[in-house]
């Protein structure tokens, strides 16, 4: 019965175990509204995850009185990818994220604008 017993009491140590280092590998991003909470504000993602990330592709949902709309807003639309001058950073917002690092996305009304334009609707938040 004491075999038993502290059988029971490792396997139960071990799930918690596994548990933890399950939690801690997973990645957990988070998308905010910083300064201010207006349309003018900033998007901001940030890598709360113990592991470094990689940002692949950013989607908008619109919701408007003729229905919804999905658009990729993940490269920026003013960009122009053949100018040697630009940095990944000023055509892409893809990207690696390090652990506790933030990427500034835009402000939303910059997103919803782009987003707009890619379905032609009339873009004023």
């Not at 548990?19 to 940030?46: D, H, T």
């Not at 592991?51 to 009185?65: A, D, M």
């Not at 807003?73 to 000023?90: K, L, R």
Request: proline fraction near 4%.
């Amino acid at each position: 019965m004491t075999a038993i017993g502290t059988m029971l009491v490792w396997i139960f140590y071990a799930h918690l175990l596994l548990a933890g280092f399950r939690r801690q590998r997973q990645a957990r991003i988070l998308v905010n509204q910083g300064w201010g909470y207006q349309v003018n504000s900033v998007c901001l993602a940030s890598n709360m995850s113990h592991e470094p990330v990689y940002i692949q592709c950013i989607f908008i949902s619109l919701r408007t009185r003729d229905g919804k709309y999905r658009s990729s807003v993940t490269d920026f639309d003013d960009a122009e990818p053949w100018n040697s001058q630009n940095t990944p950073g000023e055509i892409t917002r893809q990207g690696p994220l390090g652990s506790g690092e933030y990427m500034n996305l835009g402000t939303f009304r910059t997103l919803i604008r782009q987003a707009a334009q890619q379905h032609d609707l009339s873009h004023d938040p």
